[in-house]
């Protein structure tokens, strides 16, 4: 899921491998972030930080949880303007390098067995 929503964040291109890993509210928050970039012009180029671990699970549960914790971001993932416009060049800085930040997503089994992140939620009060 990372991959595919760094991927629509690098490009400003929507990703068809999202709706794939994520569904719900996870869905949701991903597509308004790119759908708020592409406004805006921006995207992000490096690589960002990402280490995640499983921090709790509920295999007994229906549909069987697991919360995944990640310290996501970094100075490596830069956001730069995508166009020129508004005083600014193509390439430009569109702000200072990310902080990493701890992010949580909850992932599900369905029916067919696979995982779908469920929730997803960027602590942007809690850098890492």
């Known amino acids: ?26 869905y949701l928050k991903i597509t308004s972030a790119y759908s708020g970039d592409l406004k805006k ?25 697991v919360t995944i914790t990640d310290c996501f971001g970094g100075p490596s993932w830069r956001v730069i303007f995508a166009a020129d416009g508004d005083g600014h060049k193509k390439g430009d800085s569109a702000g200072s390098p990310t902080v990493p930040h701890i992010l949580t997503v909850v992932v599900v089994q369905e029916p067919q067995g696979n995982w779908m992140a469920l929730t997803y939620n960027l602590a942007l009060d809690k850098p890492c």
């Not at 595919?4 to 709706?19: C, H, I, R």
């Not at 499983?54 to 069987?64: E, F, H, Q, R």
């Open 41 to 65: 012009h921006v995207i992000y180029v490096g690589k960002p930080q990402s280490s995640p671990q499983v921090s709790a699970t509920n295999l007994s549960s229906k549909p069987a949880t």
């Open 1 to 26: 899921m990372v991959k595919a929503m760094t991927e629509e964040l690098n490009t400003n291109q929507f990703s068809a491998e999202v709706p794939k890993y994520a569904s719900g509210d996870a």
